[in-house]
């Protein structure tokens, strides 16, 4: 699929030196999360290393798209998350899911699909459930080898310079929490997040946005967040990530009981439907959801995993 006009546009102004620059210097500063030493951490190449010339040009492309997925990837996004919310300090934080300790270990299987997936099939398969690609202008992730994905692995790839293929790296994906001591709570969730989360995602979890309308954090629940077959409504997935990077800038603070408590609270709210469910709720909630989550259970009176409709304005960009 050819991409717009005004996409093309749009990468080529990204990859402008000063595009760059404005994005750069914005970026915060890479925090450690974990107690692990910071030199155990495999480390990408700087910036300014990027090679001139055609894959340059598309490390450069995918950066962007990375950074700004609605704006650089608008046909394929149906919420208002880019790959960054996830993935900090542009893919490259250990313990945040980074891009580099991914890379080496594809092609794999994977047990939601059930079969082995390429790169280029697992970036579509973020685009479907993180970015709720069912709402979007085309309705669905970018075709297999769409320009938008090849631009993406040649971010990856580039991050991941000097990585042993199938080597398992310090950081990769999120920290396993053990089960906490106690059950995790709602009530002592809602009570952390209205001290610890609300101050950057809004009291209601609807995120904060620029005067742009841009998001400058991203929406943890409601219409404009990730939908419910993203790994991040699992409850233990959510808790890893909230553990080692949240809050913002002071992760690790938390204890193993707070990260689970308030990643409850935050996956007790609705959220879009799971674009694979066909049938009822309890035959989706049968097939899809036997792992760590509140899908289907009920909360304030109505079952969770009905699903909101996209309230993104797809044209705004």
Known sequence: ??????LLSAL????S???RDTATSSEPANTSSSSAPESKYFSSPPRSAVPSGPQGESVRRGEAIFRETPRFASDFVGNGLSCRNC???????????PLWAAWGMYPA???????VNTMDERLRGCFTYSMNASASKQGHAPPPNDPILVDLQAYMAWLS????????????????????????SRERGKALYATSCALCHGADGQGTKLGSGDYVFPP????DSYNWGAGMHRINTAAGFIKANMPYGKGGTLTNQEAWDVALFI?????????????????????????NCTFGDEVDGRALGQGLPAKRSLAKR
């Not at 080529?12 to 990859?15: H, I, N």
């Not at 299987?109 to 079969?115: E, I, M």
């Not at 943890?220 to 219409?223: E, H, T």
């Open 17 to 19: 030196p000063a595009a």
């Open 267 to 291: 996956n007790s709210h609705e959220r879009p439907k799971d674009p694979r469910g066909k049938g009822n709720l309890a035959d989706t909630d049968a097939k899809y959801h036997d792992e």
């Open 109 to 115: 299987y994977r047990k939601k699909n059930g079969h």
């Open 1 to 6: 699929m050819k991409r717009s006009a005004a």
């Open 161 to 184: 310079k000097g990585i042993s293929q199938g080597a398992d790296y310090p950081g990769r994906g999120y920290p396993t929490l053990p089960k906490p001591a106690q059950k995790p």
């Open 220 to 223: 943890l629940w409601g219409p």
């Open 12 to 15: 080529t102004f990204a990859c």
């Open 87 to 97: 993935h900090l300090d542009d893919g490259r934080k250990a313990n945040s899911g």
